[in-house]
């Protein structure tokens, strides 16, 4: 029984149960792909602007058109 039971001692305790867990951190941003995440905004921006433009001239043509 000692025979067993030592070697099964000493295999359990020679485990290492690995690294603790590193707290998570914000992801930073690639450089890389910054300048087009800033353009996809400016386009958003811009797309907005431009149907709130296209909704006002087509309320003055229907105002003309009555």
Do not use: S
Not at 26 to 35: I, K, L, S, V
């Amino acid at each position: 029984m000692k025979w067993t039971l030592i070697p099964l001692v000493m295999i359990v305790a020679a485990c290492d149960p690995g690294t603790p867990p590193q707290p998570e951190t914000g992801r930073q941003p690639n450089p890389a792909f910054e300048a087009q995440i800033q353009a996809m905004e400016k386009a958003r921006a811009v797309e907005g602007q431009v149907m709130d433009a296209a909704e006002a001239q087509r309320k003055q043509m229907d105002e003309a058109a009555q």
